[in-house]
């Protein structure tokens, strides 16, 4: 009878992980849900129903051992201590895994989910405004939010990045009880001085190129049809009382649309007209006016000019700003010699417009007139050319570095119609002739400013095994990337549970070599703690269970940073003995089929191999002394 029902149990398992199988294959499509699940959760799962590349981590666990039994679904390390969002900069893989809605209901329905939790449900969106390609939107944006008649009482909500204009004023309008027959409009504050009217509400946020903790002002038309914020395009400009200078207004740009976003220079009030010019979010005309929207100043200084962080974007702006204080790119593109050079027809560049944007922010940094700029045009034609970069995540600088130099050699290659040329061998011949050869070659194909500066050739040399022919090349690169200095040596904080049930758990915070393996790490806790180092044992432990049992030949890499270590004292001594792990389980109370909850921290205990249950009890309490009293 208990066979045939471990073989029914098993069935349903391999039904339950064929399933689940097919839902993960499941592409990204825009608009779709998928849901977080804690990676620790989801690894005692693949255990439990047997999915491929779990067993070998199992602990010699057969599937459907009810000790490897996930139970409920349990994100509670995927939220901050408060409970009310989601931790910050968690990694794919490593702290959750993303689940398709399909595969969530299902285990949903075949686990639950712990009591009081809420679950972490995301949208699939489209990133890229060329190439598109489709991400889950973990983390929301946050913007600050506010009434025009009331700027310094501000509030803040999260928006997904696929959420519409329409829709934030939507909550705006509920969140300041604004009555339903009210006219209103948005505007977006992005320096300290310069608001733009979001005029368009079926653009997205993304659309929008709205970044995190910006703030959007809710406008309330006056009874006698006014607005009270006036834009330049009315006629009207304020300064609200701030000494702060106000930037020029834009030009038009080049060519024609039929709508521009407004821009106004201060907040509210109203005073002489200035210019009745509008603006377009996208202008690569190489104007002055391109970044003039920073910090206008009588004491700025050409160089000395600081760029506003958009989002999270400190990596490009460190780029930028070396870039920028290179005496070469510093001449050439100040002085404008960059615009004769724009090759806007060589398909392997971006039309000339990261060229223009690059070249008017330097102009700006080095005019002597602002003390910072905001680099977001240059962002916006980067983002459009390499949509990894288009968001305002935080991203790596060399890869950027890599695509703007690529970009501006492209952009502003002198060689109009590349010519076929042949690479010839060495044979024998001086390596100084090899590489002017070789870089006669390159230059037929490539010349630029960018070339000039950051260009060189990277000897190469093969050596035939079978015979003595020696092949020498000399290969253009740009860039060299060395190793870091790395440690030898990591840091493991774990916890030891002493063989003495009278000692309690004890941290420690374990210095071991980092290329090591678990026996290395018992050694040294063992020195430490003036204990046997052969006879601990390393225990990753997760929700009250041991999620694995190393052995003393696995790699110290195993361990992660947020994992729970518990390292057991075990009793080697006497050759009869069996280690065997131990579960606190709460007492069932009914008769249902479901487990009952474990609790507290599970236990490492030498038994003897042969012991009726009584001595097993006796043994068992003896271990738990630390914790309770025998009855």
């Known amino acids: 009878m208990a066979e045939q029902e471990n073989d029914t149990k098993n069935q349903q398992l391999q039904n339950l992980r064929t399933e689940l199988q097919k839902h993960l294959e499941k592409p990204l499509a825009k608009g779709d849900a998928w849901f977080l699940v804690d990676n620790h959760w989801f690894k005692q799962l693949k255990k439990y129903v047997g999915m491929e590349g779990a067993m070998f981590d199992s602990g010699g666990k057969e599937m459907g051992e009810e000790s490897a039994n996930p139970g409920p679904i349990d994100n509670k390390p995927l939220f901050k201590e408060d409970g009310e969002d989601i931790r910050e900069h968690m990694i794919d893989e490593l702290d959750y895994v993303l689940v398709p809605e399909e595969a969530w209901d299902l285990l949903v329905e075949k686990f639950g989910i712990s009591?009081?939790?809420?679950?972490?449900?995301?949208?699939?969106?489209?990133?890229?405004?060329?190439?598109?390609?489709?991400?889950?939107?973990?983390?929301?944006?946050?913007?600050?939010?506010?009434?025009?008649?009331?700027?310094?009482?501000?509030?803040?909500?999260?928006?997904?990045?696929?959420?519409?204009?329409?829709?934030?004023?939507?909550?705006?309008?509920?969140?300041?009880?604004?009555?339903?027959?009210?006219?209103?409009?948005?505007?977006?504050?992005?320096?300290?001085?310069?608001?733009?009217?979001?005029?368009?509400?079926?653009?997205?946020?993304?659309?929008?190129?709205?970044?995190?903790?910006?703030?959007?002002?809710?406008?309330?038309?006056?009874?006698?049809?006014?607005?009270?914020?006036?834009?330049?395009?009315?006629?009207?400009?304020?300064?609200?009382?701030?000494?702060?200078?106000?930037?020029?207004?834009p030009p038009q740009p080049l060519g024609t649309s039929s709508s521009f976003d407004k821009k106004e220079g201060s907040p509210v009030g109203t005073g002489a007209s200035t210019s009745t010019a509008s603006s377009s979010r996208y202008n690569f005309s190489g104007t002055s006016a391109t970044y003039g929207d920073g910090g206008v100043s009588d004491k700025a200084q050409p160089g000395i000019c600081g760029l506003s962080n958009l989002g999270n974007t400190c990596f490009m702006n460190s780029i930028i700003q070396g870039l920028s204080n290179t005496p070469e790119i510093i001449e050439y593109f100040d002085n404008d010699n960059y615009l004769e050079d724009i090759n806007e027809d060589n398909p392997l560049g971006m039309k000339g417009e990261i060229a223009k944007s690059f070249g008017q922010l330097i102009k700006d940094m080095w005019s002597g007139k602002f003390t910072y700029v905001v680099p977001r045009a240059f962002k916006m034609a980067v983002g459009r050319f390499a949509p990894q970069f288009s968001g305002y995540q935080q991203q790596d600088s060399q890869e950027l570095l890599t695509f703007l130099l690529d970009g501006l050699h492209e952009d502003l290659n002198r060689v109009k119609h590349k010519p076929y040329v042949e690479m010839s061998d060495s044979d024998g011949k001086a390596d100084s002739d090899v590489a002017m050869e070789a870089w006669d070659n390159y230059k037929k194909r490539n010349d630029s400013v960018i070339l000039d500066i950051f260009h060189g050739l990277l000897k190469s040399t093969v050596v035939c095994p079978e015979c003595p022919k020696v092949s020498v090349t000399f290969d253009p690169t740009c860039y060299l990337s060395l190793p870091l200095p790395v440690k030898k040596e990591r840091q493991v904080e774990v916890f030891l549970v002493y063989l003495d049930p009278l000692k309690p758990p004890t941290q420690f915070k374990v210095t071991a070599p980092k290329n090591g393996s678990m026996g290395d790490l018992c050694i040294a806790l063992g020195k430490l703690a003036n204990v046997p180092g052969e006879s601990l044992v390393v225990t990753d432990v997760y929700n009250h269970r041991f999620h694995k049992i190393y052995t003393s030949d696995d790699q110290l890499s195993h361990i992660l940073d947020r994992d729970d270590i518990f390292v057991y004292e075990t009793d080697n001594t006497d050759s009869n003995n069996v280690t065997v792990p131990v579960y606190l389980r709460e007492k069932k109370n009914c008769s249902s089929y479901a487990p009952s909850n474990l609790f507290g921290q599970p236990l490492l205990c030498s038994l003897p191999q042969s012991c009726t249950s009584s001595q097993l009890y006796d043994h068992l309490l003896q271990r738990m002394a630390r914790y309770v009293s025998r009855p």
């Open 115 to 249: 009591e009081t939790q809420e679950p972490v449900k995301r949208k699939v969106v489209e990133h890229g405004m060329f190439v598109k390609h489709c991400k889950v939107e973990v983390y929301y944006i946050e913007f600050q939010l506010a009434e025009n008649s009331n700027l310094e009482e501000t509030k803040k909500k999260k928006f997904s990045k696929s959420d519409t204009l329409e829709h934030i004023q939507n909550v705006m309008r509920e969140e300041f009880n604004i009555a339903t027959e009210a006219d209103t409009r948005l505007w977006n504050k992005y320096t300290s001085n310069t608001y733009e009217q979001l005029a368009r509400l079926d653009n997205t946020v993304q659309d929008a190129g709205l970044f995190s903790g910006q703030l959007i002002i809710i406008e309330i038309k006056n009874e006698d049809g006014t607005w009270p914020r006036q834009a330049r395009s009315t006629g009207t400009l304020g300064t609200n009382g701030s000494t702060s200078p106000i930037p020029a207004p």
